[in-house]
């Protein structure tokens, strides 16, 4: 069975930083693509960074220089380091692998 299991949100202060990690189970993440979407209140779920087999990675514009995506095949884990985070970054953050999904993960910017 194909799991997602995110960790490592929480309330932090603007300018704060956060490391997200997601570990998977039930399949080799090395096979997929692996990535991290974001969900405030009130909006859509959207794409926020992505990262390939190949450890090639991709961010959405309002995340590029603040963001960094990793993967550790060997573990099945990613990881989402975040920094320098604003008030607008506060949403439930989830990943994904394929046509799977965890269960997402508070993350809160405020003073």
């Known amino acids: 069975q194909v799991q997602l299991v995110e960790s490592g949100g929480g309330l932090v202060q603007p300018g704060g930083s956060l490391r997200l990690s997601c570990a998977a189970s039930g399949f080799t993440s090395s096979s997929f693509g692996m990535s991290w979407y974001r969900q405030a209140a009130g909006k859509e779920r959207e794409f926020v960074a992505t990262i390939r087999n190949s450890g090639i990675a991709g961010y959405t514009v309002s995340v590029k220089g603040r963001f960094t995506i990793s993967r550790d095949n060997g573990k099945n884990m990613v990881y989402l380091q975040m920094n320098s985070l604003k008030p607008e970054d506060t949403a439930v953050y989830y990943c994904?692998?394929?046509?799977?999904w965890g269960q997402g993960i508070q993350v809160t910017v405020s003073s």
């Open positions: 994904r692998a394929g046509d799977n």
